[in-house]
Nanobody
Framework: QVQLVESGGGLVLAGGSLRLSCAASGRTFSMYAVGWFRQAPGKEREFVAAHSWRGGSTYYADSVKGRFTISKDRAKNTVYLQMNSLKPEDTAVYYC?????????????????WGQGTQVTVSS
């Protein structure tokens, strides 16, 4: 089993920045990728970004490219999501997820482990 704990959410003005953290514990050696998803009220959970746990590859949803950066610190078993130039439409609960099968998944059902989520609210 892998346990994931997110932190760093909050309230920010449009144009501002936040950095989310996802701390992993347990059988982290089984992970292939760690991703971030988000879910706004009344909407489905959507993919945001992912980082290979075993290498340096990353990929992003088109809606956040150029504004968000995903990174990891293997020594701390932590993945970060730096969010810049935030917009009101970025408001959502942000979830960290781990894929124990492969790197490259962008759908919710492909990820095996999930954190509890952290709220990000961007006001205009």
């Amino acid at each position: 089993q892998v346990q994931l704990v997110e932190s760093g959410g909050g309230l920010v003005l449009a144009g501002g920045s936040l950095r989310l953290s996802c701390a992993a514990s347990g059988r982290t050696f089984s992970m292939y990728a760690v991703g971030w998803f988000r879910q706004a009220p009344g909407k489905e959970r959507e993919f945001v970004a992912a980082h290979s746990w075993r290498g340096g590859s990353t990929y992003y949803a088109d809606s956040v490219k150029g504004r968000f950066t995903i990174s990891k610190d293997r020594a701390k078993n932590t993945v970060y999501l730096q969010m810049n130039s935030l917009k009101p439409e970025d408001t959502a609960v942000y979830y960290c997820a781990a894929d124990a099968t492969r790197f490259g998944a962008t759908t919710e059902r492909e990820y095996d482990y999930w954190g509890q989520g952290t709220q990000v609210t961007v006001s205009s």
